[in-house]
């Protein structure tokens, strides 16, 4: 079904404007498309200047998370017959813009690389290639393995906002799946990094991140898991 969409963006492009303004764009879209396809709509038939991310459209990358209606969303799986034909679209918030919806992640990727998440086991496994472990041993970490990186999360947290060094939900969580992976051997290495109000500690159990994660990872129960193995210091 046909449907008029009066979609406003937020544009700003830090080379010729000196604040962020709001652009409205009058569309005929499918009530089945998604915000994506509007977004599209626009840069390929009203004003090819205006900047967005996209890659996968197809909810895996995560690279089209942006503030839709208020909330964070990704773009590609975000139907416009579920968000209605009024739509604003901002950039995701707490972190700078590089042009219109456009980001720098630098300071988000940074935080993730802070928890250091990789397996960390050595020396390599006697007799086998495979480092094994039981269905219940993987299963504690799976919720935690959805994560990709969108930062829907951690743009959504209000101490993200105010506390640069807070190292944000989706580090965390990606902390946790490997602080409960049976095979690492630096539970307390990681847990030292955890522990303080830059850490999980930081949390104020907001349940923003939760709301926000497009992969429904039960965002602020991760965090609150990581906060009480600090206190056990990974025994």
């Given at each position: 079904m046909k449907v008029a969409v009066n979609l406003r963006v937020l544009r700003f492009d830090p080379e010729v404007d000196k604040a962020p303004h709001w652009e409205s764009y009058a569309l005929e879209m499918d009530d089945g498309d998604r915000v994506l396809d509007a977004l599209h709509e626009v840069r390929w038939h009203h004003d090819g200047t205006l900047a967005f991310r996209r890659?996968?459209?197809?909810?895996?990358?995560?690279s089209d998370a942006m503030v839709v209606n208020g909330r964070n969303r990704l773009a590609c799986i975000l139907l416009?017959?579920?968000?209605?034909?009024?739509?604003?679209?901002?950039?995701?918030?707490?972190?700078?813009?590089?042009?219109?919806?456009?980001?720098?992640?630098?300071?988000?990727?940074?935080?993730?690389?802070?928890?250091?998440?990789?397996?960390?086991?050595?020396?390599?496994?006697p007799g086998s290639r495979e480092r094994l472990q039981s269905p219940e041993e993987r299963a504690r970490f799976d919720d935690t393995t959805k994560c990709i990186l969108c930062a829907a999360c951690t743009t959504s947290c209000p101490v993200f906002w105010t506390n640069e060094q807070f190292v944000g939900p989706a580090a965390i969580v990606n902390a946790h799946r490997f602080v409960f992976d049976s095979r690492d051997q630096a539970k307390s290495e990681r847990l030292a990094g955890l522990g303080g109000r830059d850490g999980a500690w930081g949390c104020r159990t907001a349940f923003n991140c939760t709301e926000a994660c497009p992969r429904h990872i039960k965002v602020t129960q991760a965090i609150e898991e990581v906060r009480r193995e600090t206190l056990r210091g990974g025994d």
């Open positions: 890659s996968c459209a197809h909810g895996v990358c995560g416009i017959r579920d968000v209605g034909p009024d739509i604003t679209v901002e950039p995701m918030r707490g972190l700078p813009v590089v042009k219109d919806l456009v980001v720098d992640m630098s300071t988000f990727f940074e935080q993730y690389r802070s928890v250091q998440p990789w397996l960390k086991a050595d020396p390599p496994p």
